[in-house]
């Protein structure tokens, strides 16, 4: 009996998902982001996978490279965030992360740092995110700093991050590549724009690096296409099974709230998965559901460990049959719609709870799990 509830995690998918942004960014590294536990796949099970395909690994924090160094990850690994204090300063050097250099207080830090040990930076400019980076302004001064600081390796890297490359009417990610390029005119040291949308909609974005997070998960970074329209392949599939079936009256009302109220007489199915497995709480009535590799809507209030679907198509269902939440044959960019969210909070957001297995190994791909 496989487990209540548990996705199951397609690796090959991951190196094809791979190979599809060389083919984007033919002679551009690949920075692979693996942030937030490899957007919910499993950090260190995406880092090994990709260890010898990719250029380097982008984590949000250093803790988060610290686990990466570890677990025995050799490739170079770049901290986005980069560090707040002289002690994240020391693991990253000690470690051998390079860090993203994006405040004036990290300049102190770096220039305050004392012995021989080098570290690799990225400086990051802010081109109109109005996030993390220097603006145009201040980048030379702070460039001038990192340049001539005894504990950063040159030449110093440089980058950014585009806000709305996911958009492809808006003109503001070609203003941001343009001022990006007119400001780290000249400097020496490699650069870095495109995230996953940049890597698939905009040529002008490709240049030394490029940094695709949620693309290597096979989901589409633009909301109006799959993964799988755009050549990806969905790496995470979610399932759970039926464990209840019964007959519901016309006029019956289902759930928290009794906002549900059934049209005509039908077959209500409950299935063991909800908000505590990751499910989202906001999902509305008539989200698509497998049951048996059928699409059957959801109805009634998703709750913490069921939610509950109009089984009219299949009367025959019974309980123990098998539910695909998302994955092949329900995308997961489609459950994001239906939910007023996007792919990325949906698969960082799979609980603890659910067992996380991995395809392909041997008949059972529930014998290895992790
Ligand atoms: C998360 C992140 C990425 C990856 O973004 P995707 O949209 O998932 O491809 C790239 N660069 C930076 C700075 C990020 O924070």
């Known amino acids: ?9 397609n690796l090959n998918a991951l190196k094809h998902n791979l190979q599809k942004v060389r083919d984007c960014a033919p002679g551009a590294k690949i920075m692979a982001v693996i942030k937030a536990n490899g957007y919910g796949h499993g ?5 090994e996978t ?3 395909a990719a250029d380097a690994f982008a984590v949000a924090r250093v803790q988060e490279g610290i686990r990466l160094r570890k677990a025995g990850l050799q490739n170079r690994i770049a901290v986005l965030e980069g560090f707040t ?7 990253l050097l000690a470690y051998q992360l390079d860090a993203v250099v994006h405040t004036g207080s990290q300049l102190g830090l770096l220039e305050r740092h004392a012995g021989q040990a080098q570290i690799a930076v990225w400086l990051k400019l802010d081109t109109g995110m ?3 980076g220097f603006n145009a302004k201040e980048f030379p001064e702070a460039h001038r700093r990192l340049s001539r600081c005894a504990s950063v390796r040159q030449p110093v890297n440089l980058m950014t991050h585009l806000a709305n490359a996911d958009d492809m009417q808006d003109p503001m990610t070609m203003t941001q590549i343009t001022l990006f390029e007119q400001t780290v005119a000249g400097a020496p040291g490699e650069r870095s724009i495109a995230n996953s949308a940049g890597i698939l909609g905009w ?5 030394d690096w490029v940094r695709p997070g949620v693309m290597l998960y096979g989901i589409s970074p633009f909301p109006d296409s799959t993964g799988g329209q755009l050549g990806l392949q969905p790496v995470m599939g979610l399932h759970s099974r039926l464990i209840a079936v019964k007959p519901l009256a016309k006029g019956d009302s289902v759930g928290y709230g009794c906002r549900w109220v059934c049209g005509q007489d039908t077959t209500l199915g409950v299935v063991a998965i909800g908000y505590g497995d990751g499910y989202p709480r906001y999902a509305r009535p008539g989200t698509p559901v497998l049951v048996n590799g059928q699409r059957v809507p959801l109805i009634g209030r998703v709750s913490m460990d069921m939610i509950t679907v109009d089984l009219a198509s299949q009367p025959d269902a019974k309980p123990g049959d098998a539910v695909t939440l998302w994955g092949e044959g329900l995308a997961v960019e489609e459950i ?9 909070t949906l698969v960082c957001g799979v609980t603890q709870r659910v067992r996380l297995v991995e395809a392909g190994a041997g008949d059972n791909p529930l014998l290895r799990t992790v």
């Open 1 to 9: 009996m496989t487990p209540a509830a548990y996705a199951v995690l």
């Open 43 to 47: 950090m260190l099970r995406v880092a």
């Open 50 to 52: 990709l260890a010898s």
């Open 85 to 91: 204090c002289a002690e994240e300063l020391d693991d």
């Open 130 to 132: 109005n996030r993390l």
């Open 203 to 207: 040529q002008a974005a490709l240049t």
């Open 336 to 344: 994001a719609l239906c939910s007023d969210t996007i792919p990325y």
